[in-house]
């Protein structure tokens, strides 16, 4: 390739690499010199040529084809949740709530009370405040919990890694694990650490390796993991904090985002003692996606850090919202209806999965909007069968943190909201499809 790449230092080459894209002069699908020969050619060490590639592989820029070489990626679209644009096939992977089961806010508009709101005031809704600190106290019962609000659990992700963390800091993700904490490492140009993910949550092993390997951050799920629908079970959160105790320092951002939803308790990675933690509730799953509100209650420090990026009438989260959101969480009739959706998610997917066992295709009913569903055929070759009988399927190799690893069995499958009909075509097709 005659293309001068220059730079002594992993960022410095990394940042040639971006300008030659921006440029025109790296196109998408060319090949970038293997480590070995850019090292030779720069006068570096492989190391940072290795961590330079690192770097545009997390920011999208690259891609690893493994004996096939780095190449410039392409424009083309990347993993995200959601409807699928196909008006043909059937999607079952959407992973959304259920429309029907998304309380009307029409009600709770007209109890929105209280004065305009001006620049330079409180960016968190005073009543809202304090509904949200008794729910998240209830819960993570600490002297030096704050309250602050995001526009989503998505946004408070990002704003609490990039208060904490600089590019190239190592983050311990759920492996696998959900797309938008998977694009928001990638993204704010940090390295992702996986830590495997069983039926009790994050293992021991994984956490404390990631810990061995310097993570300066851990995002977990405690409860309906996504994809998998694990929830962490009290004993595996005690041994976590185990491992993390001598580590008090290492940001934890637990994304409860199936709270009010969820049919298991929570149990959390943060111990009486940690200094650096966050735990995010977003309304999304039971109000709606596009109420795009979250709440973070956090240590004082990162209450601090955090404000810096919330400043009043630039980046904050409307005042109407916020009274709408909290309007709406105080209703008894609205809890009452989302307390009727947990049991209908809980119980379709129960259905589900023991129709799926009793077809040999064995599949732990599990918390969250979503199945895990393990298959004996690589997951790929399940969803193009499915495609050809009109269903539109969520590989498990979305998920996954290491795009060269080995194939994924598994397939996410979004099925609340199927009628029966088509709930029993499906598992038939299912059926067929993972022989």
Not at 175 to 189: E, K, M, N, Q, Y
Not at 278 to 283: D, E, G, M, N, T
Not at 349 to 364: C, D, H, K, V
Request: glycine share 8%.
């Amino acid at each position: 390739m005659d293309v001068d790449i220059s730079g002594t230092s992993a960022a410095e080459i990394a940042d040639s690499v971006r300008s030659l894209r921006e440029r025109g002069m790296l196109r998408a699908g060319d090949a970038l010199p293997p480590v070995r020969e850019l090292a030779g050619i720069l006068g570096v060490n492989r190391n940072t040529a290795v961590a330079a590639y690192r770097q545009l592989a997390q920011a999208g820029l690259v891609v690893s084809r493994g004996r096939g070489g780095t190449l410039i990626a392409g424009a083309g679209s990347v993993a995200q949740e959601g409807v699928t644009a196909d008006t043909v096939l059937h999607d079952i992977g959407s992973g959304n709530p259920d429309p029907e089961l998304i309380p009307d806010p029409t009600a709770a508009l007209g109890r929105i009370v209280g004065r305009p709101v001006l620049y330079g005031e409180p960016v968190i809704d005073r009543g809202l405040e304090e509904w949200a600190r008794d729910w998240m106290l209830a819960d993570l019962p600490r002297d030096d919990l704050r309250i602050s609000v995001t526009s989503g659990a998505v946004d408070a992700v990002e704003r609490l890694l990039a208060q904490a963390l600089t590019r190239d800091d190592a983050v311990a993700l759920e492996d696998p694990c959900f797309l938008a904490s998977i694009h928001t490492v990638r993204l704010g140009g940090y390295r992702a650490v996986p830590v495997p993910v069983d039926d009790e949550g994050m293992t021991v092993e994984g956490l404390q390796a990631a810990l061995d390997a310097g993570v300066r951050a851990i995002i977990s799920t405690p409860r309906a993991q996504n994809p998998t629908g694990v929830s962490l079970s009290p004993a595996r959160a005690a041994a976590l904090r185990e491992v993390l105790a001598p580590h008090p320092y290492v940001l934890i951002i637990e994304d409860d985002h199936f709270s009010l939803l969820s049919t298991h308790p929570y149990a959390s990675l943060i111990g009486a003692e940690h200094r650096r933690y966050a735990l995010v509730r977003s309304v999304s799953k039971f109000l709606g996606p596009d109420m795009c509100l979250a709440l973070a209650a956090t240590d004082a420090t990162t209450a601090e850090r955090l404000a810096m990026r919330l400043s009043p009438g630039t980046t904050w989260v409307s005042h109407l919202l916020q009274r709408l959101a909290h309007a709406q969480l105080t209703d008894a009739d609205v809890r009452r209806q989302i307390e009727g959706a947990a049991a209908h998610y809980a119980r379709r997917n129960a259905s589900f999965a023991s129709e799926l066992t009793a077809r040999g295709i064995g599949t732990a009913s599990s918390d969250g909007l979503s199945l895990w569903v393990r298959l004996d055929v690589p997951a790929k070759i399940a969803a193009e069968r499915l495609m050809r009988r009109g269903w539109l399927a969520r590989t498990g190799d979305e998920f996954r943190l290491d795009d060269a690893s080995s194939a994924s069995f598994h397939l996410r499958l979004t099925v609340h909201d199927l009628s029966r009909e088509d709930a029993a075509r499906l598992l038939d097709d299912l059926a067929a499809s993972a022989r």
